[in-house]
């Protein structure tokens, strides 16, 4: 964020980072060769809007040099998957570009047609990050397109799933119809019902008020059989599974009030309860459509495929490099990765310098050296340079794929039922008794009585306040939790949250962050050595390097003479006259047999080693706090799949009464959250790699941690944002609240209820009366819900709100 | 009285026909995505050569 003191000349123009090398052009200043290409193509098209406001919306191109890359996007077999649609002329394609954030981003996007001759129309949506462009195949292709999009800034999120036919995500909730006409007949027929309400009759026609009841039979038809049909369609596939669920309740309600009023209008004998009976299906509908929020951008089923990219870089036998998207390698095939890059097959390492994490798909927290011939398994990601790899297994017969098939992980969910469909069952069976009761009660004395007695009491209190309660609730919950960055994949998962009672956590990625801390090992070193150190460090860019470069940075560099590389080993220079060496246990001090940690870089200065350096993933802010209020209310165990060097400090966190298993393989995970089930327990699971996926499907409830909440996350019930570990407690606490919620709301309806019951039970309930309950006792819910559930927020989360505050 | 009957007679149709062009026009997807267009509003398109390139291209 640049601040008014900050030069604003030191900013590039494009994307408004700090200059650290200086690009002029046109008068302006750019940070890169990149995104002074992105001005000059804007320039010549006269794109310039896209820089208006003075803020500098731009988004550095990571790649200037896309030569080859995606290569594989020409492959007919690729495109076509790729491709919503396509004709002769017509082609759709649909990319998902999360770089968007701004209107700029949105203006530049739909004007591609000025920057590419092909593109017919480009549109976006902002909410879900994408971009539907139409362009005709015949002048141009998806290479093209994506190049134009990578140059600019907007590289489309391309993984090996979408080869996979892309679903249709409905967007539009056909609900909104059912909601409209239920409105529209439910306003109707009140208006029409008003002479009934009041006793307007006296005008002499009673062939009007005849006429007014017609017109409001007419009105609800639609109201059953277009807008209310979805509860029976639920209840009566509830029946067909032998259970008893709460729309069965509504569905008997609602037909029950139909029912009465038919006979009421056709014998002429009343006018009917129609407006009840459109009036709660109007509100029922607004409860679910209010329910049902989706997360568009986020996927909650992920499959291994999501996690791998869809093309690899192949070096042909003479030499030369081309892009081909995964499916389409061979075994023997060699594929050339760079660093930060993910091994998409199992395959036999080609040259020194391989440095694998695995932490994603094992836990392990540190790289592991490969050294040239041995295996590198597919999942795990380079941290050094470049390398070559020759592909011995297929993508779909990695141990990975395999690990993700087996049977372990493909479970149903099989979730109880939650406390709302109970409640809402013995609730119907209560007004059953109720009403038959009453039929019976009045039977001897005036059976018209008992009839009416038996219908109104199923009319005035049906299980909709529960219902309404409900949906209220948790559609406000959802909301408030995605405000908290926690996404719910739906309200169910509320439940499932509040009643658990052990939580289990991995450590790699889930207690700890993707940010490095280094330790010496080692005899202490002065300021001097340091210095020389960093001086050397700063002149390899091995990531390790690196690392311990950004952390000496305090250190005013020297100049460096005889500097040398060698992949795999270390570096070495002479620095101010001192010779200083630095790199693997095995090169430095000889030893083969080595049992530490394989990111070690040792030291020697003169000749003398001086010990070594340890670079570990630090643990996650405020989790002592975190860690503390959960054991105060649950059974806390730890689950990792590293090795158990941190237990020490793992311990004076958690203490020594917490459970830790240490390398622990992903099915031992999952048979652990199992024995705990079995034994009665529910469990939160939490953690955030493929190794988690066979405990998150397990347990009752799963949370995924991410720092990028683009990134890949195992299947699981909920995903929460990395920086908001501290918000934990708060959330199950939310989440136990808005059963709380629920379970007084229901208690208002009750009284509601009671005043209701109280006419039909006598068989005195006029219509006037219902008509006044219903939406009465609707909005009190709709409203104490509603407000309860933000004063919840804001009681519960102020607080951290305000600590997080003062501490940045 | 029996003017109550014209006018509810007319009213009515001419109600139903709101609610059928509100349906027909949530139909054509144009609520399917409701913040993008707020954002889109917020540049102007340029003017002269661009504009008959706009129409053409909406078609």
Redesign the interface.
Known sequence: MSNSFVDKKQVCYHCGDVCNQRVLFDEKLFCCDGCKAVYELLKDHELCNYYSPGEHPGVSPKLKNFSGRFDYLNDPLVSDKLLQFKSENLAIVVFDLPQMHCSSCVYLLEHLYKLNQGVAESRTDFLKKTITIHFNPAQTGLRELVELLATLGYEPLLNLRDLDSRPQAKSFNKRVYRIAVAGFCFANIMLLSFPEYFHINHFGDASMQRVFSWLNLLLAMPVLLFSGSEFFITAWQGIRAKVLNIDFGLALSITITFSRSVYEIVSGTGAGYLDSMSGIIFFMLIGRYFQDKTHYNLQFDRNYKSFFPISVLIRKPDGSESSVALPQLKVGDTMVIHSQELIPADSKCLDEGAMIDYSFVTGESTPIRIHKGEIIYAGGKQTGPIIACEMLRDVSQSYLTDLWNKDTFKLERNREESFVQKLGRNFTFFLLLLSVGSFFYWLPVDSARGINALTTVLIVACPCALLLSATFTQGAMMRIFSKAKAYLRNARILDSIASVDHIVLDKTGTLTNQVQSVHFNGTELNEHELTLIFSLARQSHHPLSRGLADKLSFCSPQSVQLFNEIPGKGITGVVNGYTIRMGSHAWIAGSTDYQGTQSAVYVELNGKLLGYFEFRKQLRTGIREVIAKLKKKYTVSVLSGDNDSERSELESIFGKDVEMNFFQSPHQKLEYVKSLQNKGHKVLMIGDGLNDSGALQQSDAGISITDDVNNFSPACDAILEGREFEKLPSMIRLAQVSKRIIQMSFVISLLYNMVGLSFAVQGALSPVVAAILMPLSSITIILFTTGLSWIAYHLLFRNAAISTVVRA | ?SA??VL?GVS?PI??AF?IA??WS??S?Q???D??PS??M???D?VKQDQT?NQT?KS
């Open positions: 009285m109550i009957y509810i009515i109600a139903a609610l509100f349906l949530a139909k997807g609520y399917d995505d913040y993008t954002l889109r917020l540049r102007d340029e390139d291209e």
